[in-house]
């Protein structure tokens, strides 16, 4: 079973920093392209950012210059970096990620549980 677990979530003042954490388990042969997504109540899944296996990084005009998406290909793992925080940036963030597993080959498209990020004073 392949599942994705997030990390790093919490409460900080704005102009702050913090630093989440992905990581997938399981059967995994391989891991295609990892995402950040964020959601407030009421609102829709939003893209944060997102990165290729060969580390190309996109990100949404809101973030872009404050956020740093990375990975670790050996350690199956994402993370976002998170400076300059405001409090729009509040909301509960998810990875995702394509996942193929090794026993069938077959690739899934996985999210987390979500991690809470809170900006504010």
């Known amino acids: 079973q392949v599942q994705l677990v997030e990390s790093g979530g919490g409460l900080v003042q704005p102009g702050g920093s913090l630093r989440l954490s992905c990581a997938a388990s399981?059967?995994?042969?391989?891991?295609?392209?990892m995402g950040w997504y964020r959601q407030t109540p009421g609102s829709q899944r939003d893209l944060v950012a997102t990165?290729?296996?060969?580390?190309?990084?996109n990100y949404s005009d809101s973030v872009k210059g404050r956020f740093t998406i990375s990975r670790d290909n050996a350690k199956n793992t994402m993370y976002l970096q998170m400076n300059s925080l405001k409090p729009e940036d509040t909301a509960v963030y998810y990875c995702?990620?394509?996942?193929?597993?090794?026993?069938?080959?077959?690739?899934?498209?996985?999210w987390g549980q979500g991690t809470l990020v809170a900006v504010s004073s």
């Open positions: 990165i290729s296996s060969g580390g190309v990084s």
């Open positions: 399981g059967s995994i042969f391989s891991v295609g392209v």
């Open positions: 995702n990620a394509e996942v193929t597993r090794l026993a069938w080959r077959n690739t899934l498209n996985k």
